[in-house]
């Protein structure tokens, strides 16, 4: 799985070093010189950044700090493989990830006396884990969890609840634990769905008391998960008729609907709610292409929904003297737990 680029970033390059503890020679029995006998020194002018280890993100502790290597740059600019050797490092893992991203880079030709020859270098590679923002962690968490990918998502909420890789703000913690208990609703784990929850809500409620600048998503995934405490009953019936706006001697009525589809994560929290869609139908009961809007909703997941399920409807024309006319009707949909 990637994170948007799913490894992900961060390393600082430092230029090449001169090889100062080198006795001064002019070229080396191997056929390559060292940095500091040549007049231009190979420097890295392209390449990807180090893909921190994607395995360490998951890892209790985070390795980082200064990789050290030596390389040979040839006279193309490229290094070659296979003369990458590591000179010191604070973990073993992290040395393949500057290796790959040397061998990946494209450097500036050494040269001696306007000649281009083969260098080696030394580089410091400063190595440390990304830096996530925990709000788009959990947003995708969300995304994930709708798309049937609970694993997938279950990453994701780990490394947003890492405080080391994506620093959280307590709204933010607020909106993790409200998305981790639905994640373990669907996972069948209720007491811990439970207690996460209740632990969103109650947090979103601190954070309102004092005051704190909470996001409108967060505060209506707040209130749905609040109401979803209560046990509210499911309404019995899906799409009453219609009300017409303005006056027909022969109101219009629902004919044919699309099957209601209950949005996935209002159905794991047990959400009920009543949509109400307008929408003008023209003179043969079908409604009219880009006449929809949403006139009230309790909960805006719902409202794709239901736009896209008026939208599929038909209905028995409206007529004024007996003749068929164009009408606006006010549909309400009402989503059941079923």
């Known amino acids: 799985m990637r994170l948007q680029r799913a490894g992900v970033l961060l390393a600082v390059v430092a230029a090449p070093l001169r090889l100062a503890s080198q006795p001064q020679q002019p070229v080396r029995r191997d056929g390559f010189y060292t940095s500091n006998s040549v007049d231009e020194v190979p420097h890295r002018v392209s390449g990807p950044p180090v893909e921190y280890p994607a395995g360490l993100l998951r890892a209790p502790v985070h390795p980082a700090g200064l990789v050290r290597v030596a390389a040979i740059v040839d006279t193309s600019g490229r290094v070659e493989p296979h003369s990458v050797e590591g000179l010191s490092t604070p973990d073993s893992v992290l040395f393949e990830p500057v290796r790959q991203m040397l061998l990946a880079s494209q450097f500036s030709p050494g040269r001696l006396k306007g000649v281009t020859v083969r260098v080696m270098i030394q580089m410091a590679v400063d190595v440390r884990p990304p830096r996530f923002s925990a709000t788009q962690l959990l947003g995708t968490a969300r995304a994930q969890l ?152 309790p909960n805006h997941a719902f409202d794709r929904e239901a736009l896209r399920v008026v939208s599929g409807s038909t209905y028995r024309r409206a007529k004024n003297g007996g003749r068929p006319v164009r009408a606006v009707i006010r549909q309400p949909i009402s989503f059941v737990n079923y």
């Open 146 to 297: 709708a798309s049937g990918r609970p694993d997938s998502a279950q990453t994701l909420l780990t490394l947003a609840f890492d405080s080391a890789l994506s620093h959280p703000t307590e709204g933010e913690r607020a909106y993790g634990l409200l998305v981790r208990g639905i994640a373990e609703s669907r996972a069948g784990h209720d007491s811990a769905s439970r207690a996460d929850l209740g632990d969103g809500v109650t947090l979103v409620q601190s954070l309102s008391t004092r005051d704190v600048d909470l996001a409108p998503f967060l505060r209506r995934l707040a209130d749905s998960v609040r109401l979803a405490r209560r046990a509210m009953t499911p309404h019995s019936v899906e799409m009453p008729a219609p009300a017409t706006v303005g006056v027909v001697d022969e109101p219009p009525a629902l004919l044919t609907h699309p099957a209601i589809r209950y949005p996935p994560e209002m159905q794991t929290l047990r959400i009920a709610a009543t949509v109400i869609v307008e929408a003008a139908l023209d003179a043969t009961g079908h409604v009219e292409p880009g006449s929809l809007k949403i006139v009230e909703s």
